[in-house]
């Protein structure tokens, strides 16, 4: 029985004014969440985000000033470092553009493997998503996963073009060299180790319940906002946009497979995961397409080591992994470009951040963090 | 809309506020005047024709010859399936042009970044920060293509420019 | 007693007793040497090479004692993967600092010793991190490969094993000041 005392204090009531101090978080440039250098600055009411301040610019490297000051081909190696985790992918913009400027006709064979390289950057891309953002939701096992697989990807980017990162494969005009003998049967071995691969990362985390609290309908984004602030990719087709641009605005022979665009519902972290998921799957599809109607032929057009192309300008856009990748160049006739504008997917995507995060748990700053997949590189330039 | 009926719808509604430019591989490109981009603007998200909803890219570029400057923008819908490119072009000495990003919030950090790296200035913008560059810099606007700046190192000729 | 079958050049076991002699030095610099933590700090292409990619299981660091820490307090490795701009260099030397002593440097890649292809032609990138912490070890490549990270552990480890405790009230504290 209770003993009605003096001291006991009076119970909560309802009209008490209980908000907290509004008050500053700091996180990165150094955080193993950010994945490389940015900062964002989260104002916080006890743990909910009142409003995030994405800070960049830590590795701004002056690409677009370089650009001004290399020649095309010149140029290319900073293709690669533009979007590090799917160099493939930023080399094949950078040729899409340039050939469009000038008019180059690139040999089929050399479409089909542009198609597979960047198809098999596109899963290793994933990959690096799928590890870090377990490992930023405390699974670690998936990273040890993803990492295996992405090896024997790496490892078949090395027998083409000897380099493990940034490949620099492409050429404007082509492929720098035509794969080895045993790459088909190699590549053919892979996409069928793949598959299962993939039903078993699904295995592990898309029905997990400790994962689906963290992800499933955590930050929201609706698809007009998204439209809106120019997202594109996985989060977008995650809003639920089917919009793809290798089957809206088919660039290379990606016109000539076929593949499925997987979209998400409601917007949410888990909607963005299942995205990448899927298209890993779909990747390997095209990917088995391409290598089994893989025309003979010529790898490369013939463009002069002194290449000019016309006067004129030239905007082109891929679907990277992260999303739309663009470039606008404008050319005054000379061996340089006059003026490169690259249009990364994460540097809009992580502008849509803040409206994401609002209202959310700092925890959660991080799983909504980690669904965009923003690569700091594509942001700063 | 194909790009020859976007080019004649743009040509009819704008009239003489817009002036037509050689297409940018086959996206119809317009130029503007800086008084009427704000008019411009509001039109191409308004009109159920047009309906630019997306921006996927704004950047700046530099004429030291002529001593102008300019601000590119490439337009999307993604309702209508077109693109449209609009340039705004100014005198270098104090450029002005209103801010877009009450159309499209992506110009936001778009918009940032060229007022850091051109020196453009963007007329009501909700946050004219800096965006890239670091906090103590005050060397100019790097991306300018007459700028020199102290630590700046030029790369020797190669041989293959020429 | 596994250690003193696994490390008999530095320990000497008394016959008959529980005891092992063997100088400080040799038992410092082995502990150190055999549990270097590194500090989970990537900013460009290397951190993927140096850090994700050596750290899973086909090369993988922990074969080398080497864990990887997310603050700066718990590590006694940097490896200075990618990158380093005029506006990261700051932090990078607070970061540093901020490391507790014995602390070592591994500048990885082209860009991180001397700019790499970013020094003609940049506005923005610190040529060498060098200019603002000391460094152990230079591990060039762009980016360079995992065995080249683990070679240049493995030098760093050598260095370590050849330090004195001596030496280390004498050692001036030298940090470069950024430009």
């Known amino acids: 029985m209770m003993v009605d005392s003096p001291d006991r204090p009076e119970p909560l009531t309802g009209d008490r004014n209980l908000e907290t101090e509004e008050f500053v978080v700091n996180m990165g440039p150094q955080h193993p969440s950010t994945h490389g250098v940015c900062r964002l600055i989260l104002t916080m009411d006890g743990e909910v985000i009142k409003k995030v301040v994405p800070d960049i610019g830590f590795l701004h490297r002056s690409i677009e000033k370089i650009a001004e000051n290399r020649t095309y081909h010149q140029f290319m190696i900073y293709t690669d470092r533009i979007d590090y985790v799917s160099s493939m992918n930023a080399n094949h913009a950078w040729c899409v553009a340039v050939e469009k400027l000038a008019g180059i006709e690139v040999p089929e064979r050399a479409e089909y493997l542009r198609v597979i390289m960047a198809e098999l950057n596109r899963i290793a891309s994933h990959l690096v998503f799928l590890a870090s953002f377990a490992i930023d939701l405390g699974a670690v096992t998936p990273f040890l996963y993803a990492f295996r697989e992405r090896e024997r990807i790496v490892d078949l980017f090395e027998m083409t073009c000897g380099q493990r990162l940034t490949y620099n494969y492409m050429r404007i005009g082509g492929v720098s060299k035509d794969v080895p003998k045993d790459f088909v049967s190699e590549t053919k071995k892979f996409c069928s180790y793949l598959y299962p691969r993939v039903d078993e990362y699904e295995a592990i985390l898309t029905e997990n319940p400790i994962f689906l609290g963290r992800t499933k309908g955590i930050g929201l984004l609706d698809l007009p906002t998204a439209i809106n602030y120019s997202v594109s990719g996985p989060p977008l087709r995650g809003s639920g946009l089917k919009w793809d641009i290798r089957k809206d605005e088919p660039y290379s022979a990606y016109e000539k497979f076929d593949f499925d665009i997987p979209t998400g519902e409601n917007g949410d972290t888990w909607d963005r995961y299942k995205v990448r998921i899927e298209e890993m799957r779909q990747s390997a599809r095209i990917v088995e397409q391409a290598l089994e109607g893989l025309p003979e032929g010529g790898i490369k057009a013939k463009v002069p080591a002194r290449f000019r192309p016309p006067q004129g300008e030239a905007f082109a856009r891929i679907e990277a992994p992260r999303g739309e990748m663009a470039y606008f160049i404008v050319s005054d006739g000379s061996t340089k470009p006059y003026r490169v504008k690259i249009r990364t997917a994460s540097f809009c995507n992580l502008q849509a951040l803040p409206v994401m995060a609002r209202g959310w748990k700092i925890a959660d700053i991080v799983a909504i963090f980690g669904s965009l997949d923003i690569i700091l590189p594509e942001v700063d330039r | 809309m194909t790009p020859e009926e976007l080019t004649s719808k743009i040509k009819a509604t704008f009239a003489e506020k817009v002036e037509e430019l050689p297409a940018v591989t086959g996206i119809p490109a317009f130029k503007v005047k800086p008084e009427h981009l704000e008019e411009v603007c509001t039109t191409l998200v308004s009109d159920p024709e047009l309906n630019f909803d997306n921006l996927p890219c704004l950047g700046g570029i530099d004429y030291p010859e002529t001593n102008e400057i300019g601000v590119v923008y490439c337009l999307f819908s993604f309702a209508k399936r077109h693109h449209l490119n609009l340039r705004v072009i100014m005198p270098r000495d104090n450029p002005e042009v209103i801010s877009v990003s009450k159309f499209w919030v992506a110009a936001d950090w778009f918009e940032r970044e060229t007022a850091e790296l051109f020196g453009i200035k963007f007329k009501d913008h909700p946050d004219p920060r800096p965006l890239l560059l670091i906090e103590e810099w005050d060397e100019g606007y790097p991306m300018r293509r007459d700028w020199e700046g102290k630590d700046f190192i030029r790369m020797p000729e190669t041989g293959q420019e020429k | ?179």
Do not use: H
């Open chain 3, 1 to 179: 007693m596994g250690v003193v079958q696994k490390v008999p050049v530095y320990l000497e076991k008394i016959p008959g007793g529980g005891l092992i002699t063997t100088s400080l030095d040799a038992v410092l610099n082995w502990s150190r040497a055999s549990s270097l933590w590194y500090l989970l700090f990537g900013t460009a292409c290397c951190a993927i090479e140096g850090l994700m990619c050596t750290g899973a299981s086909r090369y993988d660091y922990d074969r080398f004692g080497m864990i990887f820490r997310a603050s700066p307090r718990q590590a006694d490795l940097m490896i200075v993967a990618g990158t380093i701009t005029n506006k990261m260099a700051k932090r990078v030397k607070i970061l540093y600092e901020q490391m507790s002593e014995p602390k070592y440097v591994i500048a990885m890649g082209g860009c991180a010793i001397r700019g790499g292809p970013f020094y003609y032609d940049c506005y923005s990138v610190l040529r060498g991190v060098d200019l603002v912490i000391p460094v152990d070890v230079y591990v060039p490549g762009c980016p360079p490969r995992p065995e080249s990270i683990l070679e240049g552990c493995l030098k760093l480890q050598q260095k370590i094993k050849k330090q004195k405790v001596s030496d280390w009230s004498k050692t001036e504290k030298f940090i470069p000041e950024p430009k």
